[in-house]
């Protein structure tokens, strides 16, 4: 009778992460027997980078199989974010949500009564928070254009040059609109004009430049 691998003993919800992984990739709701498994991979690092894996190789294959490819739901991870903090990192990605309550927290001055070009609020990700990354995102209210704010994102890789800090993708949402850019040498991308209204729903993706 063979033995079941050290890996089984250790994790042994790991051969329930492929449906799981389905469930999240098109967007179905889990059910109650998987609650276990979301558990489970919220708290085991290993699981998690697992999961993370089988969620790149099936949206591969999905684009593969499938030419030109729909708009396949991106799951909900939301998860797998650490409990009060308000980002988490899922397939080589930083995701930080914007809320009331974030805003309040990190505020430089009040948006309604801010001049053109002020710096309206700052974003600062807790140091080695999540490994070789550094990131910082400041709003500032457009000039020229009341009510629309403009968001600097700041990505640096401590490992890499000062200097030589480009090629991460920054990605802004908010409700159904998007702004993408990448870093620049100093790992700096601006994005918008962004809706100030629609900041509470912000959510800003990293991809760090390998």
Known sequence: ??????????????????????????????LPDRAEVAAHVAACAE????????????????SA????APAYPRPNLAFLRPA???????????????????????AAQSAAGASR??????????????????????????EGQPGQGRVRV???IPSRDPFQQHGSQ????????????VTDDLGLAVLGPVPLAALPRLRVEIVPAE
């Open 1 to 30: 009778m063979e033995k079941p691998s050290q890996s089984s003993l250790d994790h042994p919800l790991r051969a329930r992460l492929p449906d799981y992984a389905t469930l999240l990739i098109f967007g179905a709701p889990p």
């Open 47 to 62: 699981c998690r980078s697992a999961l993370d894996q089988l969620l790149a190789a099936m949206y591969d294959a999905l």
């Open 65 to 68: 199989d499938l030419a030109p």
């Open 84 to 106: 009060g903090l308000p980002w988490y990192v899922a397939q080589r990605r930083l995701v930080i949500c914007f809320s009331e309550a974030m805003l309040g927290a990190f």
């Open 117 to 142: 070009g002020a710096l309206l609020y700052r974003y600062v990700q807790e140091p080695r928070s999540v490994g070789d990354l550094e990131v910082s995102i400041d709003v500032y209210a457009e």
């Open 154 to 156: 700041s990505v640096e």
């Open 170 to 181: 920054v990605i802004v949402r908010a409700d159904q609109e998007s702004w993408e850019g």
